[in-house]
């Protein structure tokens, strides 16, 4: 059991204090920004990122993605969980 698998799916997923997801205006694109960090968000990380409010549960954020871009509800769903516990991990996403 990966620590993906842990993220219970009433879990609110939110930035943290000091970290926010910004437009890269140069360079094009999402960077997630922390104090002394930028991390580059690839389009799947930015549209999965941008629905981590703190109001949604990790459910409702998978449904929306499946809405959103009719993709294989598994696949998004294993996307979703492993980009929310490495970030978590890094205390760049609250869970």
């Known amino acids: 059991m990966s620590a993906a698998d842990d993220i219970a799916t009433t ?15 140069a360079r094009g ?13 690839d389009p799947v990380a930015a549209a999965i990122l941008q629905r981590c409010d703190g109001d949604r549960s990790l459910v409702e954020i998978i449904d929306d993605l499946c809405a959103t871009y009719k993709g294989e509800r598994s696949r998004i769903e294993t996307d979703v969980r492993n980009l929310l516990a490495d970030l978590s991990a890094k205390k760049m996403v609250e869970l």
């Open 29 to 41: 694109g999402f960077v997630l920004l922390a104090p002394e960090r930028i991390v580059r968000a």
């Open 11 to 25: 879990a609110r997923p939110r930035l943290p204090r000091g970290v926010r997801l910004s437009k890269d205006e």
